[in-house]
């Protein structure tokens, strides 16, 4: 199976901050990763698909990049909806496994 | 607008059997592959099971292969029999459509708690 690495676990930041978060994969996987956001007692949303395209509807103070075994999620200037959990996941090979979160909080 | 809504969901002992339900609308349902998500409570996301548009493909994580069996019909339902319930099983149950081809996680519907405890 393929492991999805995530870092950090948890990350402290204001708004209007720039963050990023990585996801590794334990094996190349080309660009076949999502990025989703989950909110406390919400069902997750799609971000990005494919590394780095945005989801229709997504704002785009939200990026993706990588190829490989390594990607990123930029959020650009945070706003108070972007705090969050947000999970990487690589749609490879079954089985499709998520990264364990990170966690954005103030 | 894609809705997804799951039901089914409750409490059942160790041992048994729970059948969830997702009811699909807003979209071409024979269209998409299908798939089921999982949350336990206060952990990250587990994928479970996908399906293919047609029904006749199917793939399933290690940990529920041979306990739960994903289905769909040509009513826009789609369904995930699960047996021989544990207490790993509590959690949070997402019906999640799979776009075609690369089948992305597009549209999650809102879930249905399954709680297994004697």
């Known amino acids: 199976d393929i492991q999805m690495t995530q870092s950090p676990s948890t990350l402290s930041a204001s708004v209007g901050d720039t963050v990023t978060i990585t996801c590794r994969a334990s094996q190349g996987i080309s660009t076949w990763v999502a990025w989703f956001q989950q909110r406390p007692g919400r069902a997750p949303k799609l971000l990005i698909y494919?590394?780095?395209h945005l989801e229709a509807g997504a704002p785009s103070r939200f990026s993706g990049s990588g190829s490989g075994a390594e990607f990123t999620l930029t959020i650009t200037s945070l706003e108070p909806d972007d705090f969050a959990t947000y999970y990487c996941?690589?749609?490879?090979?079954?089985?499709?496994?998520f990264g364990q979160g990170t966690k954005v909080e103030i | 607008e894609v809705q997804l809504v799951e039901s089914g969901g409750g409490l059942v002992k160790p041992g048994g059997s729970l059948r969830l339900s997702c009811a699909a609308s807003g979209f071409p349902f024979s269209s998409y592959s299908m798939n089921w998500v999982r949350q336990a409570p206060g952990k990250g996301l587990e994928w479970l099971s996908s399906?293919?548009?047609?029904?006749?493909?199917v793939h399933y994580a290690d940990s529920v292969r041979d306990r739960f069996t994903v289905s769909r019909d040509s009513g826009n339902s789609l369904y995930l029999q699960m047996n021989s319930l544990t207490a790993e099983d509590t959690g949070v149950y997402y019906c999640?459509?799979?776009?075609?081809?690369?089948?992305?996680?597009?549209?999650w519907g809102l879930g249905t708690l399954v709680t297994v405890s004697s």
């Open positions: 999640v459509r799979g776009t075609s081809g690369a089948m992305v996680l597009d549209r």
């Open positions: 399906i293919s548009s047609s029904g006749s493909f």
């Open positions: 996941q690589q749609y490879s090979s079954y089985p499709w496994t």
């Open positions: 494919q590394a780095s």
